[in-house]
């Protein structure tokens, strides 16, 4: 599978990264062990959790596991607290869950409008508590993730505010249908590279919200389900400029297709990116 590099971390990410909120709380050992394994054999070397993943249970299931392949992984976490001390438990209860450390990347996690990113960056905000497990070896790198149309506006400020590592946003022919999404997108992905700013795109084979219809998957929105509908999304969310790598959908049944997209990857050209986006055109964003 093809790496790229994540950022100034220097780790050669590969392109398809294992998305921790596959583990719902339905997940048994043995099936986190299943898929852990097979998207190692396939050359995912880059693994991005959560503390409230699998309501707090997806730490768990990657902890024995991790412990075992340490030495050929890139893991991250995140933490969706907004105080410091809220944020510095929430840490150090990751490590232990994971019984790595110090962990590759932490990250200020959910990040979806202006008082959230004011709190989190606030004087006793988790900002202070990654900069503190930072300098106690704790975590190597310091991120920052959210969904919603504000995400790529906000860390285009997040960055003015403090140098992250990495950034986490969403990316994919309906988001880039809509004018201004598009463009606070692109000048995010354009600071990301000047910056040597790791950038991980999710939601890269989102299809549309649920709505009323019978949901098949563990996702909260309705993913792309046939191969060639999520070739189609990888490519066009690994074709823009300074993404290093994609989360998997939150759905462990979709991990094969995910990676035969991955092995398969294709670039796309500027006008096969357009028409994706025109063949987009009126079909509904997962976010509000």
């Known amino acids: 599978m093809e790496t790229r590099r994540f950022g100034r971390s220097g780790h050669r990410s590969s392109i398809a990264i294992f998305g921790g909120a596959a583990f719902h709380p339905l997940i048994d050992a043995a099936e986190a062990e299943e898929a852990l394994d097979l998207a190692l054999a396939a050359g995912v070397n880059h693994y991005d959790f959560a503390a409230g993943y699998g309501n707090g249970m997806a730490e768990t299931r990657l902890g024995p596991w991790l412990e075992r392949h340490r030495e050929q992984v890139f893991v991250g976490t995140k933490t969706v607290q907004r105080a410091y001390a809220a944020a510095w438990a929430e840490i150090n209860r990751s490590l232990a869950l994971l019984r790595c450390e110090p962990m590759d990347l932490a990250q200020i996690h959910g990040v979806v409008d202006d008082d959230e990113l004011d709190a989190a960056t606030a004087a006793d905000g988790a900002l202070k508590a990654m900069c503190r497990a930072r300098d106690e070896g704790l975590t190597r790198f310091i991120g920052i993730t959210g969904h919603g149309l504000q995400a790529p506006?906000?860390?285009?400020?997040?960055?003015?505010?403090?140098?992250?590592?990495?950034?986490?946003?969403?990316i994919n022919p309906v988001l880039f249908g809509i004018a201004d999404y598009r463009r606070h997108a692109e000048r995010l992905l354009a600071r990301c590279q000047e910056r040597d700013v790791g950038v991980m795109a999710i939601k890269s084979i989102a299809k549309g919200p649920w709505g009323d219809r019978d949901k098949r998957w563990h996702t909260w929105y309705e993913p792309w389900e046939t191969q060639d509908?999520?070739?189609?999304?990888?490519?066009?969310?690994l074709s823009?400029?300074?993404?290093?790598?994609?989360?998997?959908?939150?759905?462990?049944?979709?991990?094969?297709?995910?990676?035969?997209?991955?092995?398969?990857?294709?670039?796309?050209?500027?006008?096969?990116?357009?028409?994706?986006?025109?063949?987009?055109?009126?079909?509904?964003?997962?976010?509000?």
Do not use: H, K, W, Y
């Open 229 to 237: 509908r999520i070739q189609q999304g990888v490519n066009f969310a």
């Open 240 to 288: 823009q400029p300074g993404v290093s790598g994609i989360p998997m959908a939150g759905e462990t049944r979709l991990l094969p297709l995910v990676l035969q997209a991955a092995e398969d990857f294709t670039p796309l050209s500027l006008p096969e990116q357009e028409s994706l986006i025109a063949a987009s055109a009126g079909m509904e964003a997962i976010f509000a």
């Open 153 to 170: 506006r906000l860390f285009c400020e997040a960055l003015e505010c403090f140098d992250f590592d990495s950034v986490l946003f969403p």
